[in-house]
Protein backbone atom coordinates (compact mmCIF):
# COMPACT_ATOMS: atom_id res chain seq x y z
CA UNK A 1 0.00 0.00 0.00
CA UNK A 2 2.69 2.61 0.68
CA UNK A 3 4.27 2.76 -3.10
CA UNK A 4 0.68 2.72 -4.00
CA UNK A 5 -0.10 5.89 -1.96
CA UNK A 6 3.13 7.42 -2.83
CA UNK A 7 2.02 7.19 -6.44
CA UNK A 8 -1.64 8.27 -6.21
CA UNK A 9 -1.86 10.71 -3.42
CA UNK A 10 -1.80 14.20 -3.84
CA UNK A 11 -3.32 17.27 -1.29
CA UNK A 12 -6.25 18.40 -2.78
CA UNK A 13 -6.10 22.26 -4.18
CA UNK A 14 -8.70 24.63 -3.75
CA UNK A 15 -9.96 24.81 -7.28
CA UNK A 16 -10.39 20.71 -7.32
CA UNK A 17 -13.87 20.63 -5.41
CA UNK A 18 -15.84 17.47 -5.65
CA UNK A 19 -18.23 19.66 -8.04
CA UNK A 20 -21.44 20.18 -6.38
CA UNK A 21 -23.35 18.95 -8.97
CA UNK A 22 -21.75 15.46 -9.82
CA UNK A 23 -24.25 12.48 -10.21
CA UNK A 24 -26.85 13.62 -7.64
CA UNK A 25 -30.04 13.70 -9.17
CA UNK A 26 -33.72 15.06 -7.65
CA UNK A 27 -35.45 12.66 -6.13
CA UNK A 28 -38.81 12.38 -6.92
CA UNK A 29 -41.87 9.41 -5.97
CA UNK A 30 -42.58 7.73 -8.95
CA UNK A 31 -39.97 5.38 -10.68
CA UNK A 32 -37.14 6.00 -13.00
CA UNK A 33 -38.36 5.23 -16.52
CA UNK A 34 -36.16 2.57 -17.89
CA UNK A 35 -34.66 2.27 -15.22
CA UNK A 36 -34.84 -1.40 -13.01
CA UNK A 37 -36.14 -1.27 -9.41
CA UNK A 38 -33.26 -3.14 -7.24
CA UNK A 39 -33.21 -2.60 -3.79
CA UNK A 40 -31.47 -5.00 -0.83
CA UNK A 41 -31.42 -6.21 2.79
CA UNK A 42 -27.87 -5.00 3.97
CA UNK A 43 -27.77 -7.09 7.58
CA UNK A 44 -24.38 -7.02 9.49
CA UNK A 45 -24.09 -11.17 10.70
CA UNK A 46 -23.09 -9.97 13.48
CA UNK A 47 -26.12 -11.26 15.30
CA UNK A 48 -29.39 -13.55 14.20
CA UNK A 49 -32.26 -11.77 12.32
CA UNK A 50 -34.68 -10.22 14.97
CA UNK A 51 -37.85 -8.29 13.99
CA UNK A 52 -36.16 -5.19 13.46
CA UNK A 53 -34.36 -6.71 10.79
CA UNK A 54 -37.25 -8.49 9.89
CA UNK A 55 -39.28 -5.14 9.00
CA UNK A 56 -36.57 -3.60 7.06
CA UNK A 57 -36.29 -6.74 4.91
CA UNK A 58 -40.00 -6.78 4.18
CA UNK A 59 -40.46 -3.37 3.17
CA UNK A 60 -37.68 -3.67 1.01
CA UNK A 61 -39.30 -7.14 -0.82
CA UNK A 62 -42.76 -5.99 -1.19
CA UNK A 63 -41.56 -2.42 -2.61
CA UNK A 64 -39.61 -4.76 -4.81
CA UNK A 65 -42.29 -6.78 -6.02
CA UNK A 66 -44.82 -4.18 -6.34
CA UNK A 67 -42.86 -2.67 -8.79
CA UNK A 68 -41.53 -5.56 -10.37
CA UNK A 69 -38.14 -5.26 -9.62
CA UNK A 70 -35.06 -7.71 -7.50
CA UNK A 71 -34.42 -8.17 -3.80
CA UNK A 72 -30.74 -7.99 -3.20
CA UNK A 73 -29.28 -9.87 0.29
CA UNK A 74 -25.94 -8.58 0.87
CA UNK A 75 -24.13 -9.30 3.92
CA UNK A 76 -22.06 -6.57 5.34
CA UNK A 77 -19.27 -8.71 7.14
CA UNK A 78 -16.53 -6.41 6.72
CA UNK A 79 -15.98 -6.14 10.81
CA UNK A 80 -14.41 -9.45 11.20
CA UNK A 81 -14.33 -9.17 14.60
CA UNK A 82 -17.59 -9.04 15.91
CA UNK A 83 -19.06 -11.79 13.30
CA UNK A 84 -21.36 -14.48 14.74
CA UNK A 85 -21.00 -18.37 14.06
CA UNK A 86 -24.07 -18.97 12.10
CA UNK A 87 -25.96 -15.87 11.91
CA UNK A 88 -25.23 -15.42 7.97
CA UNK A 89 -26.98 -18.81 7.15
CA UNK A 90 -29.52 -17.81 9.75
CA UNK A 91 -30.52 -14.43 7.76
CA UNK A 92 -31.01 -16.37 4.77
CA UNK A 93 -33.01 -19.18 6.21
CA UNK A 94 -35.30 -17.18 8.72
CA UNK A 95 -35.86 -14.84 5.10
CA UNK A 96 -37.04 -18.06 3.55
CA UNK A 97 -38.66 -19.63 6.26
CA UNK A 98 -40.76 -15.69 6.17
CA UNK A 99 -41.63 -15.98 2.62
CA UNK A 100 -39.15 -13.42 1.56
CA UNK A 101 -36.16 -14.61 -0.09
CA UNK A 102 -33.69 -12.50 -1.46
CA UNK A 103 -33.64 -13.06 -5.56
CA UNK A 104 -30.11 -12.40 -5.83
CA UNK A 105 -28.01 -13.31 -2.49
CA UNK A 106 -24.89 -15.50 -0.86
CA UNK A 107 -26.41 -18.67 -1.18
CA UNK A 108 -28.95 -18.28 -4.31
CA UNK A 109 -25.73 -16.35 -6.88
CA UNK A 110 -26.34 -13.67 -8.92
CA UNK A 111 -25.16 -11.77 -11.46
CA UNK A 112 -23.71 -8.73 -9.89
CA UNK A 113 -22.07 -11.09 -6.64
CA UNK A 114 -20.47 -11.82 -4.38
CA UNK A 115 -22.84 -10.39 -2.20
CA UNK A 116 -20.86 -10.94 0.79
CA UNK A 117 -18.68 -7.74 1.72
CA UNK A 118 -15.58 -9.64 2.86
CA UNK A 119 -15.02 -10.87 -0.61
CA UNK A 120 -15.32 -7.60 -2.53
CA UNK A 121 -12.53 -5.72 -1.23
CA UNK A 122 -10.81 -5.01 -5.01
CA UNK A 123 -13.56 -3.27 -5.28
CA UNK A 124 -13.44 -1.03 -2.21
CA UNK A 125 -9.54 -0.72 -3.04
CA UNK A 126 -9.88 0.15 -6.67
CA UNK A 127 -12.31 2.78 -5.45
CA UNK A 128 -10.20 4.30 -2.59
CA UNK A 129 -7.76 4.65 -5.36
CA UNK A 130 -9.95 7.07 -7.33
CA UNK A 131 -10.27 8.99 -4.41
CA UNK A 132 -6.69 9.21 -3.18
CA UNK A 133 -5.87 10.71 -6.70
CA UNK A 134 -8.44 13.04 -6.62
CA UNK A 135 -7.25 14.33 -3.47
CA UNK A 136 -10.73 13.34 -2.11
CA UNK A 137 -9.48 10.76 0.65
CA UNK A 138 -5.51 10.61 1.94
CA UNK A 139 -3.65 8.00 4.32
CA UNK A 140 -4.11 8.72 8.33
CA UNK A 141 -1.58 7.49 10.35
CA UNK A 142 -2.67 8.44 13.83
CA UNK A 143 -2.27 5.75 16.66
CA UNK A 144 -5.41 4.15 18.71
CA UNK A 145 -3.94 5.06 21.32
CA UNK A 146 -4.10 8.90 19.61
CA UNK A 147 -7.87 8.85 18.91
CA UNK A 148 -8.81 6.95 21.86
CA UNK A 149 -7.25 9.90 23.74
CA UNK A 150 -9.07 12.62 21.57
CA UNK A 151 -12.41 10.51 22.65
CA UNK A 152 -11.15 10.99 26.40
CA UNK A 153 -10.82 14.71 26.02
CA UNK A 154 -13.94 15.85 24.30
CA UNK A 155 -16.08 13.65 26.50
CA UNK A 156 -14.49 15.82 29.43
CA UNK A 157 -15.23 18.11 28.18
CA UNK A 158 -18.85 17.18 26.90
CA UNK A 159 -18.31 17.70 23.72
CA UNK A 160 -19.29 15.02 20.99
CA UNK A 161 -15.61 13.07 19.96
CA UNK A 162 -14.60 14.15 16.43
CA UNK A 163 -11.10 13.32 14.54
CA UNK A 164 -8.81 16.56 14.36
CA UNK A 165 -8.09 16.02 10.99
CA UNK A 166 -4.83 15.89 11.57
CA UNK A 167 -3.20 14.32 8.88
CA UNK A 168 -5.80 16.27 6.65
CA UNK A 169 -3.01 18.29 5.34
CA UNK A 170 0.16 16.66 5.30
CA UNK A 171 2.92 17.29 2.54
CA UNK A 172 3.69 14.79 0.26
CA UNK A 173 7.29 14.45 2.04
CA UNK A 174 5.61 14.10 5.14
CA UNK A 175 3.36 11.13 3.65
CA UNK A 176 6.39 9.36 2.50
CA UNK A 177 8.58 9.73 5.68
CA UNK A 178 5.45 8.33 7.69
CA UNK A 179 5.08 5.61 4.99
CA UNK A 180 8.64 4.21 5.76
CA UNK A 181 8.02 3.37 8.81
CA UNK A 182 4.15 2.34 8.59
CA UNK A 183 2.82 1.46 5.47
CA UNK A 184 -0.50 0.07 5.80
CA UNK A 185 -1.92 3.62 7.14
CA UNK A 186 -5.88 3.99 7.65
CA UNK A 187 -7.84 5.94 4.26
CA UNK A 188 -9.67 8.43 5.75
CA UNK A 189 -12.67 10.86 3.60
CA UNK A 190 -12.07 14.60 3.11
CA UNK A 191 -15.46 16.09 3.92
CA UNK A 192 -16.62 19.18 2.42
CA UNK A 193 -18.10 21.92 4.04
CA UNK A 194 -21.40 21.90 2.46
CA UNK A 195 -23.02 19.03 2.28
CA UNK A 196 -25.42 18.57 -0.76
CA UNK A 197 -29.06 18.67 0.17
CA UNK A 198 -31.83 15.43 -0.67
CA UNK A 199 -35.11 14.58 -0.67
CA UNK A 200 -35.38 11.81 1.46
CA UNK A 201 -39.20 9.35 -0.02
CA UNK A 202 -39.99 9.41 3.45
CA UNK A 203 -38.74 12.23 5.56
CA UNK A 204 -38.48 15.14 2.91
CA UNK A 205 -35.90 17.35 2.35
CA UNK A 206 -32.55 17.08 4.44
CA UNK A 207 -29.36 18.18 4.18
CA UNK A 208 -27.09 17.33 7.58
CA UNK A 209 -23.59 19.54 7.70
CA UNK A 210 -21.27 16.39 8.71
CA UNK A 211 -17.99 18.60 8.56
CA UNK A 212 -19.34 20.82 11.09
CA UNK A 213 -19.59 18.11 13.58
CA UNK A 214 -17.35 15.39 12.80
CA UNK A 215 -14.19 14.79 11.52
CA UNK A 216 -12.92 13.17 8.35
CA UNK A 217 -14.35 9.82 8.40
CA UNK A 218 -12.12 6.52 7.72
CA UNK A 219 -13.09 4.70 4.96
CA UNK A 220 -10.79 1.78 4.57
CA UNK A 221 -9.35 0.55 7.77
CA UNK A 222 -5.29 -0.57 7.58
CA UNK A 223 -6.10 -3.84 7.26
CA UNK A 224 -7.21 -3.08 4.11
CA UNK A 225 -11.51 -3.95 5.11
CA UNK A 226 -13.45 -0.91 4.16
CA UNK A 227 -15.99 0.83 6.88
CA UNK A 228 -19.85 1.01 6.42
CA UNK A 229 -19.94 4.48 4.48
CA UNK A 230 -17.18 3.40 1.37
CA UNK A 231 -19.02 -0.24 1.06
CA UNK A 232 -22.49 0.56 1.16
CA UNK A 233 -21.83 3.41 -1.50
CA UNK A 234 -19.62 1.26 -3.87
CA UNK A 235 -21.69 -2.17 -3.45
CA UNK A 236 -24.92 0.45 -4.39
CA UNK A 237 -23.10 1.23 -6.83
CA UNK A 238 -22.02 -1.59 -8.11
CA UNK A 239 -25.06 -3.65 -7.96
CA UNK A 240 -27.37 -1.28 -9.64
CA UNK A 241 -29.63 -0.55 -6.57
CA UNK A 242 -32.21 2.00 -7.27
CA UNK A 243 -33.67 2.98 -3.81
CA UNK A 244 -31.91 2.67 -0.62
CA UNK A 245 -34.88 1.55 2.35
CA UNK A 246 -33.09 1.69 5.53
CA UNK A 247 -33.43 2.37 9.18
CA UNK A 248 -33.31 6.07 10.19
CA UNK A 249 -30.82 6.17 11.80
CA UNK A 250 -28.57 6.19 9.22
CA UNK A 251 -30.49 9.47 7.72
CA UNK A 252 -27.85 11.82 9.09
CA UNK A 253 -24.78 9.44 7.24
CA UNK A 254 -26.32 9.85 3.81
CA UNK A 255 -25.23 13.55 2.99
CA UNK A 256 -21.93 11.87 4.12
CA UNK A 257 -22.53 9.20 1.62
CA UNK A 258 -23.70 11.26 -1.14
CA UNK A 259 -20.46 13.38 -0.64
CA UNK A 260 -18.90 10.13 -1.81
CA UNK A 261 -21.28 9.62 -4.29
CA UNK A 262 -19.88 13.13 -6.09
CA UNK A 263 -16.30 12.09 -5.47
CA UNK A 264 -16.48 9.21 -7.11
CA UNK A 265 -18.19 10.81 -9.88
CA UNK A 266 -21.49 8.13 -9.82
CA UNK A 267 -25.48 8.65 -9.56
CA UNK A 268 -26.79 7.69 -5.96
CA UNK A 269 -30.06 5.71 -5.59
CA UNK A 270 -33.31 7.24 -4.01
CA UNK A 271 -33.15 6.90 0.18
CA UNK A 272 -36.34 6.43 1.73
CA UNK A 273 -35.33 6.28 5.93
CA UNK A 274 -37.67 3.76 7.61
CA UNK A 275 -39.12 4.92 11.34
CA UNK A 276 -37.77 2.78 14.19
CA UNK A 277 -39.72 -0.26 14.95
CA UNK A 278 -40.09 0.21 18.80
CA UNK A 279 -41.71 -1.56 21.88
CA UNK A 280 -45.23 -0.53 22.72
CA UNK A 281 -43.63 1.65 25.82
CA UNK A 282 -41.71 3.83 23.05
CA UNK A 283 -38.44 2.03 24.07
CA UNK A 284 -36.13 0.29 21.50
CA UNK A 285 -36.46 -3.49 21.10
CA UNK A 286 -33.31 -4.88 22.92
CA UNK A 287 -31.41 -7.58 21.21
CA UNK A 288 -30.66 -8.87 24.50
CA UNK A 289 -34.16 -10.10 24.61
CA UNK A 290 -34.08 -13.56 22.90
CA UNK A 291 -37.71 -13.38 22.34
CA UNK A 292 -37.27 -11.10 19.24
CA UNK A 293 -35.36 -12.90 17.43
CA UNK A 294 -37.37 -14.67 14.47
CA UNK A 295 -36.01 -18.26 15.63
CA UNK A 296 -37.40 -17.89 18.23
CA UNK A 297 -41.05 -17.24 17.39
CA UNK A 298 -40.69 -20.30 14.10
CA UNK A 299 -39.39 -22.78 16.80
CA UNK A 300 -42.70 -21.12 19.06
CA UNK A 301 -44.99 -22.29 16.55
CA UNK A 302 -46.25 -18.58 15.41
CA UNK A 303 -46.87 -18.39 11.25
CA UNK A 304 -44.69 -16.29 9.30
CA UNK A 305 -47.69 -14.34 7.80
CA UNK A 306 -48.49 -13.27 12.05
CA UNK A 307 -44.76 -11.85 12.02
CA UNK A 308 -45.72 -9.86 8.80
CA UNK A 309 -49.25 -9.06 9.48
CA UNK A 310 -48.37 -7.45 13.04
CA UNK A 311 -45.57 -5.55 12.05
CA UNK A 312 -46.94 -4.00 9.20
CA UNK A 313 -50.04 -3.14 11.34
CA UNK A 314 -48.50 -1.36 14.15
CA UNK A 315 -46.68 0.93 11.16
CA UNK A 316 -47.68 3.21 8.28
CA UNK A 317 -47.03 2.81 4.18
CA UNK A 318 -50.48 0.62 3.40
CA UNK A 319 -54.05 2.10 2.18
CA UNK A 320 -55.47 0.32 5.53
CA UNK A 321 -54.06 -0.88 8.58
CA UNK A 322 -56.37 -4.15 9.24
CA UNK A 323 -55.75 -7.72 11.18
CA UNK A 324 -55.43 -10.80 8.90
CA UNK A 325 -53.33 -9.63 5.37
CA UNK A 326 -51.14 -11.86 3.60
CA UNK A 327 -48.24 -11.56 2.10
CA UNK A 328 -49.90 -10.66 -0.97
CA UNK A 329 -52.28 -8.49 0.31
CA UNK A 330 -49.02 -6.31 1.68
CA UNK A 331 -48.01 -6.31 -2.11
CA UNK A 332 -51.17 -4.93 -3.59
CA UNK A 333 -52.21 -2.54 -0.76
CA UNK A 334 -48.54 -1.14 -0.26
CA UNK A 335 -47.62 2.76 -1.07
CA UNK A 336 -44.24 4.33 -0.03
CA UNK A 337 -45.61 7.81 -0.10
CA UNK A 338 -47.67 6.80 3.14
CA UNK A 339 -44.62 5.58 5.00
CA UNK A 340 -44.84 8.29 8.09
CA UNK A 341 -42.15 9.83 10.21
CA UNK A 342 -43.68 8.23 13.26
CA UNK A 343 -42.11 5.41 15.02
CA UNK A 344 -44.18 2.02 14.90
CA UNK A 345 -44.94 0.53 18.66
CA UNK A 346 -45.04 -2.86 18.34
CA UNK A 347 -47.38 -4.95 21.14
CA UNK A 348 -45.98 -8.48 20.92
CA UNK A 349 -48.69 -9.30 23.18
CA UNK A 350 -51.44 -9.03 20.32
CA UNK A 351 -49.33 -11.19 18.31
CA UNK A 352 -51.52 -15.03 19.40
CA UNK A 353 -54.37 -12.94 18.25
CA UNK A 354 -52.70 -12.51 14.97
CA UNK A 355 -51.62 -15.94 14.66
CA UNK A 356 -55.05 -17.25 15.50
CA UNK A 357 -56.35 -15.19 12.53
CA UNK A 358 -53.90 -16.76 10.20
CA UNK A 359 -54.28 -20.12 11.60
CA UNK A 360 -57.67 -20.32 10.87
CA UNK A 361 -57.75 -19.29 7.65
CA UNK A 362 -54.64 -21.71 6.39
CA UNK A 363 -57.84 -24.75 8.37
CA UNK A 364 -59.84 -22.96 5.79
CA UNK A 365 -57.65 -24.46 2.78
CA UNK A 366 -57.55 -27.90 1.76
CA UNK A 367 -54.15 -27.59 0.66
CA UNK A 368 -52.94 -25.99 3.69
CA UNK A 369 -54.99 -28.08 6.17
CA UNK A 370 -52.88 -31.21 5.25
CA UNK A 371 -50.18 -29.30 5.61
CA UNK A 372 -51.06 -28.30 9.19
CA UNK A 373 -51.81 -32.34 9.43
CA UNK A 374 -48.59 -33.53 8.63
CA UNK A 375 -47.24 -30.60 11.70
CA UNK A 376 -49.53 -31.82 14.15
CA UNK A 377 -49.10 -35.50 14.03
CA UNK A 378 -45.21 -34.63 14.35
CA UNK A 379 -45.73 -32.51 17.04
CA UNK A 380 -47.69 -35.06 18.55
CA UNK A 381 -44.90 -37.84 18.30
CA UNK A 382 -42.47 -35.38 19.69
CA UNK A 383 -44.48 -34.28 22.45
CA UNK A 384 -45.85 -37.53 23.74
CA UNK A 385 -43.42 -40.48 22.09
CA UNK A 386 -43.81 -43.29 24.06
CA UNK A 387 -47.06 -42.55 25.57
CA UNK A 388 -48.89 -43.12 22.69
CA UNK A 389 -50.16 -46.42 23.13
CA UNK A 390 -53.02 -45.79 20.75
CA UNK A 391 -51.09 -45.40 17.49
CA UNK A 392 -54.76 -44.23 15.55
CA UNK A 393 -54.49 -40.95 17.01
CA UNK A 394 -51.89 -40.54 14.64
CA UNK A 395 -53.94 -41.24 11.60
CA UNK A 396 -54.71 -38.22 9.04
CA UNK A 397 -58.55 -38.17 9.48
CA UNK A 398 -58.34 -38.19 13.44
CA UNK A 399 -55.39 -35.26 13.03
CA UNK A 400 -57.90 -33.26 11.01
CA UNK A 401 -61.14 -33.66 12.71
CA UNK A 402 -59.18 -31.74 15.73
CA UNK A 403 -57.93 -29.17 13.57
CA UNK A 404 -61.68 -28.61 12.18
CA UNK A 405 -63.21 -28.58 15.46
CA UNK A 406 -60.59 -26.31 17.22
CA UNK A 407 -60.51 -24.46 13.96
CA UNK A 408 -60.60 -20.24 16.14
CA UNK A 409 -60.08 -21.67 19.24
CA UNK A 410 -55.95 -22.34 19.45
CA UNK A 411 -53.80 -19.81 18.39
CA UNK A 412 -51.12 -21.94 17.78
CA UNK A 413 -50.47 -25.58 16.10
CA UNK A 414 -48.45 -26.39 19.56
CA UNK A 415 -51.61 -25.55 21.92
CA UNK A 416 -52.93 -28.62 20.57
CA UNK A 417 -50.01 -30.94 22.43
CA UNK A 418 -50.08 -28.65 25.69
CA UNK A 419 -51.39 -30.29 28.69
CA UNK A 420 -54.84 -29.06 27.83
CA UNK A 421 -55.42 -31.15 25.00
CA UNK A 422 -53.21 -34.36 26.33
CA UNK A 423 -56.58 -36.49 26.48
CA UNK A 424 -56.84 -36.13 22.78
CA UNK A 425 -53.49 -38.45 22.38
CA UNK A 426 -53.27 -40.37 25.37
CA UNK A 427 -55.74 -41.69 28.13
CA UNK A 428 -56.20 -39.83 31.43
CA UNK A 429 -56.39 -42.04 34.73
CA UNK A 430 -59.27 -41.12 36.48
CA UNK A 431 -59.79 -42.07 40.17
CA UNK A 432 -63.70 -43.31 41.22
CA UNK A 433 -63.34 -40.76 44.46
CA UNK A 434 -62.43 -38.16 41.57
CA UNK A 435 -65.81 -38.98 40.17
CA UNK A 436 -67.39 -39.50 43.01
CA UNK A 437 -66.70 -36.44 44.53
CA UNK A 438 -69.01 -34.88 41.60
CA UNK A 439 -71.97 -37.07 41.91
CA UNK A 440 -72.94 -40.41 43.20
CA UNK A 441 -74.42 -41.21 40.32
CA UNK A 442 -71.51 -42.07 38.27
CA UNK A 443 -72.42 -45.72 37.44
CA UNK A 444 -75.91 -44.68 36.16
CA UNK A 445 -75.00 -41.58 34.34
CA UNK A 446 -71.77 -43.38 32.55
CA UNK A 447 -74.89 -46.52 31.58
CA UNK A 448 -77.08 -44.42 30.18
CA UNK A 449 -73.98 -42.41 28.17
CA UNK A 450 -73.19 -45.90 26.71
CA UNK A 451 -76.93 -46.15 25.65
CA UNK A 452 -76.94 -43.15 24.03
CA UNK A 453 -73.78 -44.34 22.07
CA UNK A 454 -75.30 -47.37 20.78
CA UNK A 455 -78.41 -45.44 19.38
CA UNK A 456 -76.59 -42.41 18.00
CA UNK A 457 -73.16 -44.03 16.54
CA UNK A 458 -74.72 -42.80 12.67
CA UNK A 459 -75.15 -39.59 13.47
CA UNK A 460 -72.20 -38.67 16.12
CA UNK A 461 -72.66 -34.64 15.82
CA UNK A 462 -72.13 -31.77 18.72
CA UNK A 463 -75.79 -30.77 18.08
CA UNK A 464 -76.75 -34.31 18.61
CA UNK A 465 -74.68 -34.95 21.48
CA UNK A 466 -75.78 -31.57 22.89
CA UNK A 467 -79.79 -32.42 22.95
CA UNK A 468 -79.36 -36.35 24.48
CA UNK A 469 -76.97 -34.81 26.79
CA UNK A 470 -79.30 -32.66 27.92
CA UNK A 471 -82.21 -35.29 27.95
CA UNK A 472 -79.69 -37.82 29.62
CA UNK A 473 -79.53 -34.96 32.74
CA UNK A 474 -83.09 -34.24 32.84
CA UNK A 475 -83.98 -37.35 33.61
CA UNK A 476 -81.67 -38.41 36.36
CA UNK A 477 -83.60 -36.84 39.98
CA UNK A 478 -81.49 -34.84 41.83
CA UNK A 479 -79.19 -34.08 39.44
CA UNK A 480 -77.71 -30.94 37.85
CA UNK A 481 -77.02 -31.08 34.38
CA UNK A 482 -73.63 -29.27 35.25
CA UNK A 483 -72.46 -32.09 37.31
CA UNK A 484 -73.53 -34.46 34.58
CA UNK A 485 -71.03 -32.17 32.40
CA UNK A 486 -68.44 -32.09 34.90
CA UNK A 487 -68.50 -35.88 35.45
CA UNK A 488 -68.03 -36.53 31.58
CA UNK A 489 -65.44 -34.19 30.98
CA UNK A 490 -63.29 -35.47 33.93
CA UNK A 491 -64.31 -39.21 32.92
CA UNK A 492 -63.06 -38.30 29.48
CA UNK A 493 -60.11 -35.66 29.65
CA UNK A 494 -59.14 -36.16 33.31
CA UNK A 495 -59.43 -32.31 33.00
CA UNK A 496 -62.01 -29.48 34.93
CA UNK A 497 -61.51 -27.48 31.80
CA UNK A 498 -61.75 -27.72 28.03
CA UNK A 499 -63.56 -27.94 25.14
CA UNK A 500 -67.22 -28.41 25.16
CA UNK A 501 -68.25 -31.97 26.45
CA UNK A 502 -70.15 -32.95 22.90
CA UNK A 503 -67.54 -31.77 21.10
CA UNK A 504 -64.55 -33.65 23.01
CA UNK A 505 -66.87 -36.86 22.50
CA UNK A 506 -67.06 -35.81 18.75
CA UNK A 507 -63.30 -35.58 18.66
CA UNK A 508 -62.45 -38.98 20.04
CA UNK A 509 -64.88 -40.60 18.20
CA UNK A 510 -67.74 -43.20 19.58
CA UNK A 511 -65.22 -45.85 19.84
CA UNK A 512 -63.09 -44.30 22.17
CA UNK A 513 -65.60 -42.36 24.07
CA UNK A 514 -67.01 -46.06 25.08
CA UNK A 515 -63.71 -47.50 26.06
CA UNK A 516 -63.27 -44.73 28.29
CA UNK A 517 -66.91 -45.27 29.79
CA UNK A 518 -66.07 -48.39 30.38
CA UNK A 519 -63.34 -47.89 31.91
CA UNK A 520 -65.32 -45.68 34.54
CA UNK A 521 -67.53 -48.73 34.86
CA UNK A 522 -64.62 -51.11 35.57
CA UNK A 523 -62.61 -48.80 38.05
Known amino acids: MAALLKKLWRPRTALEGPGRGVGWRGASLGIDPGVAVRVRFAPSPTGFLHLGGLRTALYNYIFAKKHRGSFILRLEDTDQTRLVPGAAENIEDMLEWAGIPPDESPRRGGPVGPYQQSQRLALYAEATEALLRSGAAYPCFCSPQRLELLKKEALRSFQTPRYDNRCRNLSQAQVAQKLATEP ?197 QEAFGSQLHNRAVLDPTYLERIILLRQGHVCRLQDLVSPLYSYLWTRPTVGREQLGAISEKVDVIAERVLGLLERSDASFTQDMLNGELKKLSEGLEGTKYSDVMRLLRVALSGQLQGPPVAEMMVSLGPQEVWERIQKVLSS
Open 184 to 380: KPAIRFRLEEEAPAFQDLVYGWNRHEVASVEGDPVILKSDGFPTYHLACVVDDHHMGISHVLRGSEWLVSTSKHLLLYQALGWQPPHFAHLPLLLNKDGHKLSKRQGDIFLEHFMTAGFLPDALLDIITNCGSGFEENQMGRTLPDLVTQFDLSRITCHSALLDLEKLPEFNRLHLHRLVSSDTQRSQLVRKLQALV
